[in-house]
């Protein structure tokens, strides 16, 4: 009879720093792997529309590595066939290795009722045509967005194209300002990867497996959330999976982790950046609330009056916690913070190197306070934003 492996015991501490360090916030970074280290060490970075500073797949690296350059991130996602975009956690930017695992995705679209879109006949067939002759194009090139009466909505030609890549027979290769540039898988993915030959077992087993490598601890429902599993599809897999069970002090639920990230003692430089809303560290709010007592909201879509922290109110991480937030915005050469939140007195120096280190990676020679939600600790803030600026 096997003896059942013991649980590992993690303090609420310990779990932090696991999972700092396996998001790539604690220790010195792996600059030689650079952008391209981070995707796969992450195995998912977010896009999304909102650019305030810059988009957010900039952002998650920057946060990592510090000042990247903005054109050096878009090359390493998009040269050599290094990268595709697919829905994971949401619409993202995922290793081309891992191109295989996601077929249990592909079958699931391809399996299910089709969206409310109108799709004329011959539609689908007459892209893949023009694809196959003309790619790589984007929907424009293709067919473009139709003006109805009052809103932009989906000509045929892009409703075609878009299902094409949830079945895997078109790829996105490249974002060309913001479009996705379309290509034929055939031609896109190489092709010792080129298949769906992996049956959902093994496609759900390795996604479980990266995420909680990628969280370095987690509940059932933060390795569910991380490629947007269900929860009977992480239960059906995770004991085979490689992940180990552990316990953590304070969480009220079961939790896995990744069991080389028990091995040793997390140590090392601790990261201080402002984060992207769309990071993978803070990408599920109550986990995020778990791990760092932090509440975190995305106010982008909330009106106006009704905003709290802000329009892209940017979490700050120093010293392994999150100490406070910034609404940043650029004018010129100056980055304005147009609303800031402090934990406290101790939040002033990280928030402000956080600040100007941002603004030094967009190009911003100035920073310039507006709003604080504790007013007596302004002054200390732009006492100390004017020392790291001289």
């Known amino acids: 009879m096997t003896t059942p492996r013991p649980l590992a015991e993690l303090s609420a501490a310990e779990a932090r720093r ?7 916030f604690l220790g010195s970074p792996d600059r030689r792997a650079g952008v391209r280290g981070v ?42 066939t290094h990268a595709f ?47 196959r002759a003309e790619g790589p194009l984007t929907a424009t090139e293709l067919g473009g967005a139709k003006r109805t009466s ?10 075609a194209v878009e299902r094409a890549l949830m079945y895997g027979e078109v790829v ?32 759900l087993r390795r996604l479980v497996r990266l ?11 933060d390795i569910a959330d991380y490629h947007r599993l269900k929860g009977e599809q992480v239960d059906a897999v995770i004991a085979d999976s490689g992940l180990v069970p552990v316990t953590v002090a304070g969480w009220a639920k079961p939790a896995w982790a990744d069991p080389a990230a028990l091995e040793t003692t997390p140590r090392g430089r601790h990261r201080t950046t402002l984060l992207s809303p769309f990071d993978s560290l803070i990408w599920e709010r109550a986990r995020t609330e778990r791990i ?21 109110a940017m979490p700050v991480l120093s010293g392994g916690a999150l100490i406070g937030r910034v609404d940043p915005a650029r004018e010129g050469s100056t980055l304005v ?20 280190e941002a603004a030094s990676w967009v190009n911003c020679t100035d920073v310039r306070v507006e709003r604080v939600d504790a007013p007596e600790l302004r002054d200390a803030l732009t006492a100390e934003l004017a020392r790291l600026l001289a």
């Open 39 to 80: 995707l796969r060490h992450l195995g998912a970075v977010q896009l999304d529309t909102i650019s305030v500073l810059a988009r957010s797949h900039e952002l998650v690296p920057y946060a990592r590595l510090g000042a990247v350059g903005r054109k050096t991130v878009e090359q390493a996602y998009w040269t050599d």
């Open 211 to 221: 995420a909680g490598e990628a969280l370095g601890v987690g509940t059932r429902a």
């Open 292 to 312: 760092f007592g932090f509440t975190h909201r995305l106010e982008a879509y909330v009106p106006k009056p009704k905003r709290i922290h802000g329009y892209f």
């Open 172 to 203: 996105c290769v490249e974002r060309r300002g913001w479009k996705r540039l379309y290509d034929l898988a055939e031609r896109a993915i190489p092709p010792h990867l080129l298949h769906d030959d992996l049956d959902d077992t093994e496609c």
């Open 150 to 159: 009052e809103w932009w909505d989906w000509s045929g030609a892009k409703v």
């Open 85 to 131: 975009e697919y829905w994971s956690h949401a619409a993202c930017i995922l290793p081309i290795e891992e191109w295989p695992h996601f077929a249990f995705r592909r079958r699931t679209y391809r399996n299910r009722p089709h969206w409310g879109h109108d799709l004329p006949d011959g539609t689908y067939e007459q892209v893949v045509k023009q694809l």
């Open 337 to 356: 913070a147009r609303q800031t939140t402090l934990d406290g007195p101790k939040a002033v120096p990280g928030v402000a190197r956080a600040l100007v």
């Open 18 to 24: 696991i999972v700092l360090r396996a998001q790539g």
